[in-house]
């Protein structure tokens, strides 16, 4: 299982006991996975996520804590459609809903970045909103050179509040745009390691802290084994030393006469 899966799979199985980090984790996740839509006049709330077991915790959390019903809808893999994805979808309360958590301001108006309950709220819920947004559209990557934390987010003002989120925890992240798309980045292997743990994804850290280590040893003997090559080629080049031709009056001689003019 990639390190991207392993994540979500162990976020999506952890028992959080806090609503307010509850209602964090479903506000962050709807507004990175999904959006809200008008609908023969209604708004609706959507959210698509790539695992069957993360739709399912969205769809229980929305109902035991606003007790809205929500609909999963299966999209197979098909076309340009590489992989198997679930919609998860509140059409009759979609409105309700998105007051509640925060993606509607007083006034109607959709919410840019994260809701300010989460932004202003506890130390757990800033976790939480990490927790949902790499739910959403986090990856993983394997542990080496060019290993990255990263989160795919709707818009700059949600990448600047998740980058203040993670400030919140002590985790330095930034926000830059990819391919027109914007992103927040933790490439340091530590700040890696304590977000994940914050995440609440113990398990799959001390997995990539493992593998980490083991690539770092393995650069280490490479490297030497690189230098101990290098030295042995350069022992190969000066050795062995000039044959003596004679004495050293013999070798000013030879000098001499190879210096001289060719006698006809």
Not at 88 to 110: H, K, S
Not at 159 to 174: H, P
Not at 213 to 230: C, G, H, K, P, S
Request: hydrophobic residues 40%; glycine residues 10%.
């Amino acid at each position: 299982m990639a390190m991207t899966a392993e994540v979500k799979d162990e976020l999506s199985r952890l028992v959080v006991n806090s609503v307010t980090a509850r209602r964090a984790e479903v506000a962050s996740l709807l507004r990175f996975a999904g959006g809200l839509h008008i609908v023969a006049g209604r708004v609706v709330v959507e959210a698509e996520v790539d695992l069957g077991i993360i739709a399912r915790r969205l769809r229980k959390d929305i109902y035991d804590l606003y007790g809205y019903n929500a609909v999963v809808h299966v999209l197979s893999a098909s076309g340009i459609r590489k992989n198997t994805r679930y919609v998860v979808r509140v059409a009759a309360d979609g409105e309700a809903l998105a007051r509640q958590t925060g993606l509607l301001d007083l006034r109607g108006r959709p919410v840019r970045g994260l809701p300010a309950q989460v932004v202003g709220g506890s130390v757990g819920d800033a976790e939480a909103a990490w927790r949902g947004a790499f739910l959403a559209h986090g990856s993983l990557t394997e542990p080496g050179r060019s290993s990255a934390l990263e989160v795919s987010c709707p818009g700059p003002e949600a990448a600047l509040a998740l980058v203040g989120a993670a400030r919140r925890l002590g985790v330095s992240a930034k926000a830059r745009e990819v391919r027109g798309s914007d992103r927040v980045v933790v490439r340091d292997g530590e700040a890696i390691g304590a977000l994940l743990t914050r995440m609440g994804a113990q398990d799959t850290r001390l997995t990539w802290e493992e593998r980490r280590m083991r690539r770092e040893v393995r650069a280490t003997a490479n490297r030497l084994a690189n230098f101990d090559d290098a030295n042995l080629r350069r022992s190969a080049i000066t050795w062995p030393p000039r044959a003596s031709c004679g004495s050293s009056t013999a070798r000013r001689r030879w000098r001499s006469w190879a210096g001289s003019p060719t006698r006809r």
